[in-house]
């Protein structure tokens, strides 16, 4: 596979750690970092994917990144994951919040125990990642924590509203972060994809004619695909971002 992005120097060696990292979105991530010379570790609850991953990038570079097994709703296996990672690679300077569910839902049918199993898959984890790495993060030097929100918020998507919350609440997260973090130079910042065409999403949600729409709402006429988020998440965690925080930042092709 050939490698379009721009080669950062400080990402060489730099510890990286990606949330849902097995397929879609996340892998792409996890494979960009790895071009970059990262030592990177990923969790994720697809195994087999997850699996599949890795012998791929083994079979590209040599040697292939730290997968975990993990459900990232259990707070205490997501903490587990981030101190096994740090003995076997170091400490992290890079956490990317990647995982999350949008499965469709009627606000109407949404139960108690639907609502709270949501918040602890596509909110939750970021705040306690972030609180499990940023102390050793702080003293390593710094890094960077990249949030991933969702153009489902700008775009008010309905049968999403539970998704759709959690989503808002991660700009809130990242803003008030970037404040309490700041001083200990770690930077906080979310990535806001658009319509990225990721298998699940085609499998799923997205037909000819949905496509077609997106189409028409993107400045740019171009499929947006896993891979074209990674040169975004790349840059903020790169030193040449070092004076970027709180800031959001959208992958989504100029919609409007």
């Not at 879609?24 to 030592?39: K, N």
């Not at 658009?194 to 799923?204: D, F, N, P, S």
Request: net charge negative.
């Amino acid at each position: 596979m050939t490698d379009p992005s721009a080669r950062y120097p400080s990402l060489e060696d730099r510890v990286v750690f990606v949330t849902g990292g097995g397929s879609g979105i996340g892998a792409a991530l996890v494979s960009a970092f790895h071009r970059q010379g990262a030592r990177v570790a990923f969790v994720d609850i697809d195994e087999a994917a997850s699996r599949r991953l890795c012998r791929e990038i083994e079979q590209e570079s040599g040697h292939a990144p730290l997968y975990q097994h993990c459900d990232v709703r259990d707070v205490d296996a997501l903490r587990a994951a981030l101190d096994e990672t740090v003995q076997s690679l170091g400490p992290i300077r890079t956490l990317v919040n990647n995982a999350a569910n949008d499965e469709r839902h009627d606000w109407r049918e949404l139960s108690v125990d639907d609502w709270n199993e949501r918040m602890s898959l596509n909110l939750r984890p970021m705040f306690f990642a972030i609180q499990a790495v940023a102390e050793r993060m702080a003293a390593a030097g710094g890094g960077s924590i990249i949030n991933f929100g969702s153009i489902s918020v700008q775009n008010a998507i309905g049968n999403l509203s539970a998704y759709v919350t959690a989503k808002a609440a991660v700009h809130g997260l990242t803003r008030s972060l970037a404040r309490d973090l700041g001083t200990q130079n770690i930077r906080v910042n979310t990535v806001v994809p658009g319509c990225i065409l990721t298998a699940r999403q085609l499998e799923r949600w997205i037909g000819p004619e949905d496509e077609a729409r997106i189409q028409e709402h993107q400045c740019l006429k171009v499929r947006l695909l896993p891979e074209h988020v990674a040169p975004a998440v790349l840059f903020l965690a790169a030193d040449d971002s070092a004076q970027l925080t709180g800031a959001a930042i959208p992958v989504d092709g100029g919609w409007g």
